[in-house]
């Protein structure tokens, strides 16, 4: 597998006497999807059904995916092999101290990271900033409208809408102003909505020498084997490893 190139890299590395293991090239064919999460998590039917899609995912685009329940995976040398990390509503709040920095110094390093619905750490702030934007609360799950406002990248023009979804909506706050919106949600459509009107419920952005996107739809596990969501499930993937 592709996933081999990055190793053999590090080993060569290794043989140098070298300690500039960072500093190597993030590789973009392989992604690691991290599963682990809170006990009794009521969304691990999405979470399962989330494992399934990004496998499927990395088929179709020839992208190695190693999925991870194990927290010590969240170290400098391991994540250096893969051009993003992936959480579907499961997220840092089980990751130690430690492990928070390898993850900090991963996206420093240029690493990507995709984020989807629940992944909230409200005690971690550079990661919420990396997130941009915070889930303060959520209405009952309810159908609403979404559009696709994105512009300026080819990966998520390509999609259009609108979208009608049943969902569990987040209301945000602390909305950085410097995310790239790709879909926002239409309040008078649902009832609860109370971020403004420009609602987002997904983007992406450039942060700290990394990579970040968010997809806050999700909460479902129909909602991987829906074409239009996998959609920018996946382009949110490619985005956050470089191929934009
Ligand atoms: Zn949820």
Redesign the pocket.
């Given at each position: 597998m592709n996933v081999l190139k990055p190793i053999v890299v590090l080993s060569v590395l290794l043989m140098m006497g070298t300690s500039c293991i960072v500093a190597q090239q993030i590789p973009i064919d392989s992604i690691f999807l991290f599963t682990k999460t809170t006990p009794n998590n009521?969304?691990r039917p999405?979470i399962e059904a989330g494992i399934k899609a990004v496998k499927k995912i990395g088929e179709q685009n020839k992208l190695y995916v190693e999925v991870s329940d194990n927290p010590e995976d969240f170290n400098r040398l391991n994540l250096s092999r893969y051009g993003a990390v992936v959480m579907i509503?499961a997220g840092p709040r089980v990751l130690d101290s430690i492990q928070k920095d390898a993850f900090k110094e991963y996206i420093r390093s240029g690493g990507g990271f995709v984020g989807v619905?629940?992944i909230a750490d409200r005690n971690w702030p550079w990661y919420m900033s990396l997130i941009g934007g915070t889930e303060a609360n959520?209405p009952e799950p309810q159908e609403g409208l979404v559009t696709n406002v994105s512009k300026g990248n080819l990966l998520f023009e390509a999609e259009n809408g609108p979208w009608i979804i049943k969902d569990?909506f987040y209301n945000f706050r602390d909305i950085h102003n410097d995310i790239n919106v790709v879909l926002h949600i239409d309040e008078a459509s649902y009832s609860g909505g109370e971020v403004a009107k420009n609602h987002p419920v997904c983007w992406y952005r450039e942060y700290d020498g990394g990579r970040s996107f968010y997809l806050a739809l999700?909460?479902f596990s129909y909602h991987y084997t829906n074409r239009t969501y996998l959609n920018y499930l996946e382009n949110g993937i490619l985005y956050a490893i470089g191929k934009n």
């Open positions: 009521i969304h999405a509503s619905h629940s959520h569990e999700g909460h």
